[in-house]
């Protein structure tokens, strides 16, 4: 079974090796240029069903070995996922608190600027009467 490490190793080192020879890379090219779709959409159905045969062929516990290993995998990328968001969060909550309390005294400043205005006002009112 090819995984991604397994294709990148294909197209890094066996597909250069078979094609070092200019003849040999004119016969890929003209035969990726001759391709119709239709045949490409038939080998991908080939592929595919070659894949399930070899799944269904695995043996079971080797098949379940896999599988726990790439669920491992995810786990423990979602657990990192997890970590970062959760820190995040906190990093946010922090923002958030201190905005508040900025708000707050903003709220504040600008009630006393009121007032202060009021009192000018009618001292204002006051010296014109």
Known sequence: ?????????YF?????KKYRKP???NIL????????????????TEYISIKEQEKNQMDPLERLQ?????????????????T???LTKAKYEEDIQTLEEDLSRTKM????V?????????ETNSVIE
């Not at 890094?12 to 250069?16: E, K, Q």
């Not at 001759?34 to 991908?44: A, Q, S």
């Not at 009121?114 to 009618?122: H, V």
């Open 109 to 112: 400043s600008l009630k006393e």
């Open 114 to 122: 009121e007032d202060f205005n009021e009192k000018l006002k009618d």
């Open 12 to 16: 890094r080192i066996t597909l250069p």
């Open 84 to 86: 970062e968001l959760v």
């Open 1 to 9: 079974m090819l995984d991604f490490e397994g294709v990148l190793k």
């Open 66 to 82: 896999l599988d726990n290993k790439r669920l491992i995998e995810d786990m423990i990328r979602n657990e990192h996922i997890i």
């Open 23 to 25: 003849e040999a890379t």
């Open 29 to 44: 090219m003209k035969e990726a240029v001759r391709m119709k779709v239709k045949k490409l959409r038939r080998f991908e």
